[in-house]
């Protein structure tokens, strides 16, 4: 695209970069301005900021010591953060040492196990045991669940649907984790109650694939080059300069 100038200023030119650069700071309310009436109040914004610039220049505000020790604070921040782009900004991942990583991490990678499961839910282990003994006679889980499950899960046959492991209490999630597909649980009290459990079905999470997570591996590693970087940078410079904590 054409830098072209599309104001002058007081013989300062307004250029269509200066534009771009407005436009791409409003983020999303920038689309409030894509058309061309838009434009042209974004134009006149940029001239109304030259505007006071050059009134300001008149009136001598560059010269006041607060304006000072504000463009000093923020040319020292600039300073600061472009020297950290710099020395990160050369670091990259090849598509190879991504694929090492992944293939001696591949756990890491690994989605989540999760589980879909049933549960009765009532006061006492000896209720718990009572329904219990009417599901090994012949009842069917739901109907046990919608007759006696104080959950209100209850009413669909004491159907949880899936979970992860983190989401249910810790004596309900190891007891889920550790039984098999279609297994009836003996009563799991927690601190809600007692618990007779029915496990659905269980996904153990399925094998990664290293182009479904490339970019995740990358990332990873990107992060970690750039810690290095910096810890490594941040010993050499404490060891440079004089450094005194009070």
Known sequence: ????????????????????????????????????DGRQKLIEELVTQELFYSDAMENGLNKDEEFITAAENMYSNLLKQYALSKLLGTVSVSDEEALEYFNNHKDTFRAAATARAQHILVDSKEKAEEILAEINAGLTFEDAAKQYSSCPSSE?????????????????????????VDEVSAPVQTQFGYHIIKLVSINS?????FEATKDQVKQFLMSAKHNDIYTAKQAELKAKYTVEMK
Not at 13 to 31: F, M, Y
Not at 156 to 179: H, I, Y
């Open 1 to 36: 695209m054409e830098n072209k100038v599309i104001a002058i200023v007081d013989g300062r030119e307004i250029n269509e970069s200066h534009l771009v650069s407005l436009v791409h700071s409003l983020g999303q309310n920038a689309a409030r301005f894509a058309s061309e």
């Open 156 to 180: 669909r046959g004491g159907d949880l649907g899936e979970f992860g492991r983190g989401q249910m209490v810790p004596e309900f999630e190891n007891a889920v984790f550790s039984m098999e």
């Open 205 to 209: 999470g399925a094998e990664p694939e």
